[in-house]
């Protein structure tokens, strides 16, 4: 097989021209190798039963995967950017001391510095040729898969190849962050078109309640609509009630009474006791 063709090298060589397309900001085009790198790390996950190589090409395929909803965070911002700018009549040179302050800002600043520090240092000759870094598959005779690298001395090339791997663990870190920022801004919205629904129909609700209200006190012209007292003040009838038999006072014999005066009677009363 050839080596240039294989799967995996044309899949590396498609990541090296979705990283430079990248940085001359042709986000399309490195979206679409990024694709077609991760469609070829799938493909090669299926040629053998090695399980280190199938991890490594999963691996690979999630980053690619990564690394395209990364660019397509990265075009819709600076998409956004040039509107404003527009808006705010104002040249791409110039940068509002907001858009600085702005954490996406210092997150896309920061990376491409980076990568323009990482192609200045390997385009001064101290980076290994491709042919010599890149990894490849040998078929043996009983059909099994194997990987095969080139181990690299510990000289300058080597000290920017673990640079690059350091770095593209913290940009993974950064591409998490920025993911999660996405889809934390997008719950955001929705519920805040939720809220704004419940104000619409509440709003609407207490329009409907107001207008029946004014149209009943018209109805009754101009006075306030009248009230049935509750069921529990209602005072039953009197004719359902039985009639009562007078009753008579009993007759004292008053003269009596009369024939003692108060002193008497305590005096007769203290005798008895």
């Known amino acids: 097989m050839d080596v240039d063709k294989a799967p995996i090298n044309r899949a590396h060589q498609l990541e090296r021209k979705a990283q430079s397309l990248n940085r001359h900001k042709k986000y399309d085009q490195a979206?679409?190798?990024?694709?077609?790198?991760?469609?070829?790390?799938?493909?090669?996950?299926?040629?053998?039963n090695n399980q280190i190589m199938f991890e490594s090409m999963q691996l690979q395929r999630e980053w690619n995967e990564r690394q395209?909803?990364?660019?397509?965070?990265?075009?819709?911002?600076?998409?956004?950017?040039?509107?404003?700018?527009?808006?705010?009549g104002m040249t791409p040179s110039k940068t509002p001391q907001k858009e600085a302050e702005n954490l996406e800002a210092k997150i896309f600043l920061a990376m491409e510095t980076h990568d323009s520090l990482i192609y200045y240092l390997s385009n001064k000759g101290v980076a290994t040729n491709d042919k010599q870094t890149y990894s490849t598959i040998e078929e043996g005779d009983e059909g099994s898969v194997q990987l095969v690298?080139?181990?690299?001395?510990?000289?300058?090339?080597?000290?920017i190849e673990e640079l690059k791997v350091?770095?593209?663990?913290?940009?993974?870190?950064?591409?998490?962050?920025?993911?999660q920022l996405d889809d934390r801004n997008k719950e955001i919205e929705s519920l805040r078109a939720h809220i704004k629904h419940l104000e619409l129909v509440r709003s609407s609700k207490s329009e409907n309640e107001n207008s029946s209200l004014i149209s009943s006190t018209e109805s009754s012209g101009g006075a306030s609509p009248k009230s049935n007292p509750p069921a529990e003040l209602d005072i039953p009838s009197l004719s359902g009630l039985p009639q009562l038999e007078l009753l008579q006072v009993p007759l004292y014999d008053?003269?009596?009474?009369?024939?003692?005066?108060?002193?008497?009677?305590?005096?007769?009363?203290?005798?008895?006791?």
Do not use: W
């Not at 395209?68 to 705010?88: S, T, W």
């Not at 350091?166 to 993911?179: A, P």
């Not at 008053?254 to 203290?270: A, D, G, I, P, Y």
């Open 166 to 179: 350091l770095s593209g663990q913290l940009r993974e870190s950064v591409h998490g962050l920025l993911i």
């Open 68 to 88: 395209i909803r990364l660019l397509e965070l990265k075009k819709a911002y600076m998409e956004r950017v040039e509107k404003e700018k527009k808006m705010n």
């Open 254 to 273: 008053m003269s009596n009474l009369r024939q003692f005066s108060v002193s008497e009677v305590s005096t007769k009363l203290l005798r008895r006791e």
């Open 31 to 48: 979206i679409e190798a990024h694709k077609e790198a991760a469609e070829l790390f799938k493909a090669c996950m299926a040629l053998g």
């Open 149 to 159: 690298g080139n181990k690299h001395p510990k000289d300058e090339a080597t000290v």
